[in-house]
């Protein structure tokens, strides 16, 4: 069964600095993996997915990810936070034969300080 | 603004009750997934259907159904409900099945008292 780890559950940075969000997967074909954004009351909010290719991807609001199969990692990173950044955000792995269902991972909150 | 929507936002209803949440998907998409988000269990993957039909089954209660109606729109329905069953309940849509990009609602937020 897959799953995906996310070790922090929180991280505070000073805005204006740059950002690094972990996420690890376990899964054994080639994942389909994406980072979602949860805003307080909101809904979630793709900001970028990896399906192959090009193993550093571009996503929206500034963050990038990296894919490392040898380390079975895709971590999201930013080079200078916004204020606006302070969220909860979420890796996903999805299935890739069937692609039917996304695996989470726990999500980690992101707290900016002034 | 996703283009998915859901009703009702909010829902506070008591132990044993039953309620339908329902979700409209983005226009064009074929396929619908439901997803609980609670503290303790996190965001869960339940049901998927894809132009009417059941297609993959997750973290799903027995006391827990869905349909997706020939207009495409889907309803989720909780039956006996428990305290545990408090939660977010996120709908989201894609073109086709497969690990497109899934577009997620607002979610409704169920109180079970």
């Known amino acids: 069964a897959q799953s995906v780890t996310q070790p922090d559950i929180h991280i505070t940075v000073s805005e204006g600095a740059s950002l690094e969000l972990r996420c690890n997967y376990s899964?054994?074909?080639?994942?389909?993996l994406f980072w979602y954004v949860q805003s307080p009351g909101q809904g979630l909010q793709l900001l970028l997915k990896y399906f192959s290719g090009d193993t550093l991807v571009q996503g929206i609001k500034g963050f990038e990810a990296e894919f490392k199969r040898s380390q079975s990692s895709f971590n999201l990173r930013k080079p200078s936070v916004h204020w606006s950044d302070a969220a909860e955000y979420f890796c996903?792995?999805?299935?890739?034969?069937?692609?039917?269902?996304?695996?989470f991972g726990g999500g980690t909150r992101l707290m900016v300080k002034p | 603004d996703s283009g998915v929507t859901q009703t009702p936002k909010h829902l506070i209803t008591a132990t044993g009750q039953r309620v339908t949440l329902r979700c409209s998907p983005r226009s064009g998409d074929l396929s619908v997934y439901w997803y609980q988000q609670s503290l303790d269990q996190g965001l869960q993957f339940l049901i998927q259907y894809y132009n009417g039909e059941e297609r993959a089954k997750g973290n799903i209660l027995e006391r827990f159904s869905a349909q997706q109606f020939p207009d495409l729109h889907s309803e989720l329905n909780l039956s006996s409900l428990e305290l545990g069953d408090s939660a977010l309940y996120f709908c989201?849509?894609?073109?086709?099945?497969?690990?497109?990009?899934?577009?997620f609602g607002p979610g409704t937020r169920l109180t079970v008292l």
């Open positions: 989201a849509s894609s073109v086709v099945s497969g690990s497109n990009e899934q577009f």
């Open positions: 899964y054994g074909a080639t994942p389909y």
């Open positions: 996903a792995v999805g299935e890739g034969n069937a692609g039917n269902m996304l695996t």
